[in-house]
């Protein structure tokens, strides 16, 4: 009888399904990940995005030196095959706030237009419908994505920087009324 180690399995197991393991991580309908949310200078909180069963759900809160004076908290849930069944809860020094779709495109249209461009898979399409508003892909250097928004007063231009179809962008920059900067953690 010949004795095999399981290390040598398990490399001889990763070699065979490397690429099948690849395919299906590309596959995967789900997704997660947090960002550090930066206004000018400092960072103001975090926000992770994740992606189940057809919907995203983006939850953020205010942290560090901010949340001493600040605190903030918000919960989206974005139904990718109904967007206008799409929702967010917004706590804000004990305030709370209720956003129905059409109110979250005129006060945070920043969010679902994010959610909206990150779930594109395969070829980005040069014009992206979210509600009322229209992304339009302007331009493309390497591995960075200038997108124009228009019909919105709060957002007018993001960019992805170190972003493919699929992955998750090193930095969001989203330019409007108030810029923010979102950096992978």
Same mark, same amino acid.
């Given at each position: ?17 490397? $690429?099948?393991? @690849? ?9 997660? *990940? ?10 103001? !909180? ?22 001493? $004076? ?27 706030? $209720?956003?129905? $779709? ?21 070829? @980005? ?32 231009? @993001? *960019? #992805? ?12 920059? *989203?330019? !409007?009324?108030?810029?923010?900067? #979102?950096?992978?953690?």
């Amino acid at each position: 009888m010949m004795k095999i180690k399981a290390g040598r399995i398990l490399r001889l197991l990763r070699v065979k399904l490397g $690429f099948l393991t @690849v395919l299906l991580l590309l596959l995967t309908p789900s997704f997660a *990940v947090t960002y550090k949310v930066k206004f000018a200078f400092f960072t103001g !909180g975090v926000i992770s995005i994740n992606r189940e069963d057809g919907r995203v759900f983006v939850d953020g809160k205010s942290t560090g030196i901010v949340s001493w $004076f600040y605190h903030y908290k918000l919960h989206m849930v974005y139904d990718l095959k109904n967007p206008e069944r799409s929702y967010m809860e917004e706590d804000e020094n004990g305030k709370k706030r $209720f956003y129905d $779709f059409q109110k979250i495109l005129k006060k945070k249209p920043w969010l679902p237009i994010v959610v909206r461009i990150l779930t594109q898979s395969g070829e @980005v399409p040069e014009k992206i419908t979210v509600g009322s508003l229209t992304i339009v892909l302007t331009k493309r250097d390497n591995d960075d994505w200038y997108f124009t928004v228009y019909g919105s007063k709060n957002v007018k231009e @993001v *960019v #992805l920087k170190g972003w493919y179809p699929g992955t998750f962008p090193r930095e969001i920059v *989203v330019k !409007g009324k108030k810029d923010i900067k #979102l950096v992978k953690k």
